[in-house]
């Protein structure tokens, strides 16, 4: 295991009466990437926020690249990139202003930034774009824009906070082959999501938040194999209220939203024997993934 | 936040440049209409005032009335330029762009953010109180080495007034809070820091009041140096409006503390 680039250790943090994050571990090694996956409100983009020492906690310790935050958050920062939850591009400038402008915060000549730009406009499918207004790129050009920013001081870490909200699938598809990349050059990407296929495509290592905990961490895959029966078999339509009383003898776990069921077991044969024959039930039958992990652990009932 | 931390000194590095910078780009490409507006309010208020109302008046201490009350203006439209930069502008970057959360991002504090941008907003105002300047001396109501020592006098109305903005700016619940400021704060201070007549004339209550306004003392150091008159008064009217800028900045920085980092 290489050493930790991120550790975290007894976060704490409450608004008012309201705990958000409530004793929370994190350790995180070069060249992970890792995901913190939580419902709304869980306290995702709080954690991110304590680890960037923008934030203070009220009790733990963080250690980011080494320096301890919030003490030496700045000398932290200078080697991370952050791609916000919104995009706060300048909306006054052109896309290589926007990475000019950024640059310099990091204390870069301006000289050093514009040699970088022709790489980084090609790593975010800008070429040709340097001079174009931010107002004629479209909401996925943004966000890898956005992504291209957090790269101009070459950072060893990256931070995203829902890097793909908002965005179609051929947008989201076309950033996590760049994120892919990023892991590749060596990077250490820590992200935060609540789609569980980007996590568990992308995460190599990941914590399932709620309500301010760790409910889960491992690999996707461990994660699946540990939490959750391996077969799933959704059920709706007319009758499904009759058929679910006789289901809940042929799989262990058997969970209901609105007007479908869920199967969950290892085996789910007997379930699948006992909707043959039941026309008026549509089913779908599929491996068990992440997302079924995450509703176990974070319960079917909305967040907001 | 403990309040040892909300309240610490502010810790000041360099890093303010990169923020004064960025602002310094976007101004100039938009550079025409907003010296147009910082300038054709005042301008057209000075011309129409200083000679309608100076053909009426005739002479007001010893000069004419249009003297008089460009000395004023001078003063006034600093003041107008560094509130709106520090109120509208700034409030902009940081709660509506979020360009505030961008910049924190990087290896800047809110110290370096809120320095930038009163940097910033006492440029712009310094350039707005060198243009009142240039007008009044291209018209011949002031000498150029007249004009000249009243410019350290315009910067520190800017750095004061613009600190005053960014204290506002950091209480502010959304643009129409800064009309409080503006209607209620500085609209009387314009009335009684003797910008459009002396405020020897006032009674002797809002003469005392009018002493605690650092728009007064801004007027009360322009407008002698403007008619080549020195005296070691303007030395106390100068530590006064330091103090409002020192003080001001540091109020700024603990209010955005409050706001931004909790």
């Avoid at chain 1, 080697?79 to 706060?88: A, E, I, L, S, Y």
């Avoid at chain 2, 100076?54 to 003297?67: D, E, K, P, R």
């Avoid at chain 2, 306004?213 to 330091?242: D, E, F, T």
Wanted: glycine content about 10%.
């Amino acid at each position: 295991m290489s050493a930790a680039v991120l550790a975290a250790r007894g976060l704490r943090k409450s608004y008012g009466p309201l705990e958000v994050v409530g004793g929370v571990d994190l350790t995180v090694s070069a060249g992970e990437c890792f995901g913190l996956l939580g419902p709304n409100g869980a306290g995702k983009t709080t954690i991110l926020k304590l680890c960037l020492g923008l934030i203070d906690a009220e009790a733990g310790d963080i250690e980011l690249l080494g320096e301890p935050v919030p003490r030496r958050a700045r000398e932290a920062r200078a080697r991370v990139g952050v791609v916000p939850q919104f995009d706060n591009l300048d909306p006054d400038f052109t896309v290589a202003e926007n990475l000019v402008v950024f640059g310099r915060y990091f204390g870069l000549r301006a000289r050093d930034i514009e040699a970088r730009i022709p790489a980084l406009l090609e790593y975010a499918g800008l070429s040709g774009r340097a001079d174009a207004k931010l107002h004629t790129l479209s909401g996925g050009m943004k966000r890898r824009l956005t992504l291209a920013r957090a790269l101009v001081n070459d950072p060893s870490l990256v931070f995203m906070d829902e890097p793909t909200t908002g965005l179609d699938p051929q947008a989201r598809h076309l950033i996590w082959e760049r994120l892919r990349s990023l892991t590749q050059e060596g990077k250490t990407l820590v992200l935060t999501t609540h789609f569980m296929e980007e996590a568990e495509r992308l995460c190599s290592r990941l914590v399932i938040l709620d309500r301010g905990r760790i409910v889960a961490e491992g690999s996707p895959r461990a994660l699946i194999g540990g939490h959750i029966e391996a077969q799933v078999v959704e059920v709706h339509g007319p009758g499904v209220e009759r058929w679910m009383a006789r289901a809940r003898g042929l799989a262990p776990r058997v969970e209901r939203t609105g007007e479908t069921v869920f199967c969950y077991a290892q085996d789910v044969e007997p379930v699948l024997a006992s909707l043959r024959g039941q026309s008026e039930l549509v089913y779908l039958h599929r491996p068990a993934n992440l997302e079924d992990v995450f509703l176990k652990l974070t319960g079917r009932d909305l967040r907001d | 936040m403990s309040y040892g931390k909300l309240l610490a000194p502010p810790v000041l590095s360099l890093r303010f440049v990169p923020v004064w910078r960025r602002n310094w780009l976007v101004w100039r490409k938009l550079a025409l209409p907003s010296i147009l507006g910082n300038l054709a309010d005042p301008l057209i208020m000075l011309f129409g005032l200083g000679y309608g109302l100076g053909a009426v008046l005739g002479t007001m201490q010893g000069t004419t009335y249009f003297a008089f009350l460009a000395a004023g203006f001078v003063g006034s439209a600093t003041m107008y330029a560094a509130t709106f930069e520090s109120l509208f502008s700034a409030f902009s970057r940081m709660h509506v762009q979020k360009t505030w959360d961008a910049i924190l991002n990087a290896p800047l504090t809110l110290e370096d953010v809120v320095a930038g941008e009163w940097a910033w907003a006492a440029t712009k105002a310094l350039a707005a109180g060198i243009c009142m300047l240039l007008v009044i001396t291209a018209f011949g109501y002031a000498s150029v080495p007249r004009a000249l020592a009243a410019v350290p006098a315009v910067l520190l109305v800017g750095l004061a007034f613009a600190a005053l903005g960014l204290t506002i700016n950091a209480l502010a619940t959304g643009y129409d809070f800064f009309s409080y400021y503006l209607t209620l704060v500085l609209t009387p201070m314009m009335m009684l820091s003797g910008v459009f007549f002396p405020v020897e004339r006032l009674p002797e209550v809002v003469r005392t009041i009018a002493t605690v306004l650092p728009l007064y003392h801004g007027v009360a150091i322009v407008r002698p140096l403007l008619a080549g008159q020195v005296s070691a008064a303007m030395l106390g009217h100068a530590a006064v409006l330091a103090a409002y800028a020192i003080l001001g900045f540091y109020a700024a920085v603990v209010l955005t503390r409050r706001r931004l980092t909790r």
